[in-house]
């Protein structure tokens, strides 16, 4: 039997897929991954050499669930008579009571809210357990998904907050790099030039975040010196009210996964 299959292998189950390979969790021969594009099916037996690839679901000791929210109903009852000993959905917005609806009885189910930078290894995802996953489901999960970066456990309630943060959240750095290199171009540097630079300074300052311990007020205020250049930008920012932004653009998004998560059926 298999210890994993995939349900799903679009861009985020084979992404987890190609996370756990490359960590170690298992061995290709121990997963298998359903999908039912062939050329998807292709391009995963190309990537993922000795991984089974197959149009319908097959006996596992886990399920991960990777597919659209459309399609999350349809998956599950495709999959309702194996009983997989647990269940990981990857699924936005649809609520554990939905799939917990939608399986077996008494089905083990996490519910993880992971994001884009999946695909390179560095995301970050919030888990929820549901009400028949143990402690032991939740390590389970955490060891999954910590093969795609970074994991947090938190109240279902609170993964629409984790949605409008790290969910939605490379979108907006998206926006700062494009607002940035634009900048660059409008003080006279060249279009290639400017990206460069402003790459580098996203990368530099989110390792710094990530690897100095400090925090972002501290790091922020070691680099404003008094009466300079750092000091006269960020009161730029702050009058524009980019803080404030901020906060509204993480609470509409939390308020639409919110909305999402209603609807769900
Ligand atoms: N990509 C991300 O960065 C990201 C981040 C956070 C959360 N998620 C969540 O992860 C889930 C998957 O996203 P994705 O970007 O990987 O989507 P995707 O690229 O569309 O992948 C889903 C794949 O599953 C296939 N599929 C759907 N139903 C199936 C079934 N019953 N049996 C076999 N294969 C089936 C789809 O085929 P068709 O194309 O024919 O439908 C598609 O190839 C979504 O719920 C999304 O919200 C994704």
């Not at 647990?86 to 189910?109: C, M, N, Q, T």
């Not at 992971?114 to 028949?132: E, F, H, K, R, Y």
């Amino acid at each position: 039997m298999y210890r994993l299959l995939v349900l799903g292998g679009g861009r985020m189950g084979s992404a987890l897929l190609g996370g756990l390979l490359r960590s170690g969790w298992c061995a290709a021969e121990e997963v298998a991954i359903v999908e039912r594009r062939s050329e998807v099916r292709e391009l995963i037996d190309d990537r993922f050499p000795g991984v089974t690839v197959m149009e319908r679901p097959v006996a596992a000791d886990a399920l991960v669930v990777a597919v659209k929210p459309g399609d999350a109903r349809t998956a599950c009852t495709l999959v309702k008579d194996r009983g997989y000993g647990r269940v990981l959905s990857v699924v936005a917005g649809v609520p554990i009571a939905k799939l917990e609806e939608w399986l077996w009885d008494g089905a083990a189910v996490v519910r993880a809210m992971p994001n884009t930078p999946a695909l390179l290894g560095t995301s970050a995802s919030a888990i929820a357990a549901g009400s028949s996953a143990t402690e032991d489901d939740l390590v389970w999960a955490e060891a999954v998904l910590s093969s795609i970066g970074v994991v947090v456990r938190l109240p279902e309630h609170l993964l629409d907050a984790a949605t409008g943060l790290s969910g939605s959240g490379p979108a907006y750095i998206f926006l700062v790099a494009e607002a940035l290199v634009e900048a660059g171009v409008l003080e006279g540097l060249d279009r290639e030039v400017s990206r460069v630079l402003t790459v580098q300074t996203i990368l530099g300052a989110a390792k710094m975040l990530a690897e100095s311990g400090e925090s972002a007020e501290a790091l922020r205020s070691a680099v404003t010196s008094p009466g300079g250049t750092t000091a006269s930008a960020l009161r730029v920012l702050e009058r524009s009210g980019m803080r404030a932004a901020f906060l509204d653009a993480v609470s509409a998004s939390a308020e639409k996964s919110r909305e999402i998560g209603r609807s769900a059926s």
